[in-house]
C-alpha cells in the first residue's frame, strides 16, 4: 500500500515555473514506477510524464516536452514535476499516481492516486 500527498500548486502568471512534489508513504517506494496527470472539469485525465523505479527512464507527453521536467530521489519517497514556460492551458488538477511494474502512460494502469493539486496560469 502507497500513500501519495502532492503540493507545490498554485497560481502563476504565464511564462512561469512552479515546482510539484509528491511525497510518499509505505514500503518499498523505490520499486514502484511514477507518473503525474492532469485533468480538467469534464475531461478524462491527461498524462503528464513518467518515471521509472529507479529514475533512469522519463517520457513526456507532447504537450509538455521541452519546459517539464520529471524527477525522483527515492531516498526521501518523493517524485517532483519541475514545470518551466508555463501556459494558460496547463491548468489543471494535477494529480501523481504509482504503479507497481514498468511505466505506463496510462492512467488506469496505476494502482495508487493522490488527492491532486490545483495548478492555475493566468494570461
Known amino acids: 500500500q502507497v500513500q501519495l500527498v502532492e503540493s507545490g500548486g498554485g497560481l502563476v502568471q504565464a511564462g512561469g515555473s512552479l515546482r510539484l512534489s509528491c511525497a510518499a508513504s509505505?514500503?518499498?517506494?523505490?520499486?514502484?514506477?511514477m507518473g503525474w496527470f492532469r485533468q480538467t472539469p469534464g475531461k478524462e485525465r491527461e498524462f503528464v510524464a513518467r518515471?521509472?523505479?529507479?529514475?533512469?527512464?522519463?517520457y513526456y507527453s507532447d504537450s509538455v516536452l521541452g519546459r517539464f521536467t520529471i524527477s525522483r530521489d527515492n531516498a526521501k519517497n518523493t517524485v517532483y514535476l519541475q514545470m518551466n514556460s508555463l501556459k494558460p492551458e496547463d491548468t489543471a488538477v494535477y494529480f501523481c499516481?504509482?504503479?507497481?511494474?514498468?511505466?505506463?502512460?496510462?492512467?488506469?494502469?496505476?494502482?495508487?492516486w493522490g488527492q491532486g493539486t490545483q495548478v492555475t496560469v493566468s494570461s
Open positions: 499516481a504509482a504503479r507497481s511494474g514498468g511505466p505506463s502512460s496510462t492512467y488506469y494502469e496505476f494502482d495508487y
Open positions: 509505505g514500503r518499498a517506494f523505490s520499486t514502484y514506477a
Open positions: 518515471i521509472s523505479w529507479s529514475g533512469g527512464n522519463t
